[in-house]
């Protein structure tokens, strides 16, 4: 049977609690990812960051300055105060159905993967929809052997 630690990925893009929201936004954008992983300096999981959280965060009070003004302000908010500390995390060794249902069920978009307080990967949505293709890709073969 598969485990988390099959699918996650394990060379995830973290910060920490004292980097800003302007340093998140742009790691985002590089990155082309949602969710960004809190840790503190030994990579003890501390929280999780998503997209959605820095777009109530700035969008939604600031909507009607600049990209420059913006990003003064997020200069100045500390993840801390916009992270989410109620996260909920799976060990490796779970068994990739339950991951799966516990991401359907709660709606999440990720689940960080953690072992005795430390990040080891995070699981998303789309790692489970590149299985779902694959899986797809191997059962088309099969058909057309028949």
Do not use: W
Not at 45 to 50: A, D
């Amino acid at each position: 049977m598969l485990t988390v630690a099959d699918l996650m990925t394990g060379d995830v893009f973290t910060l920490r609690a004292t980097d800003t929201l302007k340093t998140a936004r742009s790691m985002m954008s590089l990155a082309r990812i949602r969710h960004i992983p809190i840790v503190g300096k030994d990579m003890e999981f501390l929280g999780l960051l998503t997209h959605r959280d820095i777009l109530a965060a700035t969008l939604s009070q600031f909507a009607e300055v600049d990209k420059r003004t913006r990003d003064e302000i997020d200069a100045g908010i500390p993840v801390l105060e916009v992270m989410r500390h109620d996260v909920t995390i799976v060990p490796p060794g779970m068994m990739l159905r339950d991951a799966a249902d516990i991401l359907l069920n709660h709606k999440y978009g990720c689940l960080p993967v953690v072992e005795d307080g430390i990040l080891r990967g995070i699981i998303t949505e789309a790692d489970f929809l590149k299985l779902t293709i694959r899986l797809m890709e191997a059962l088309e073969g099969d058909l057309a052997d028949l």
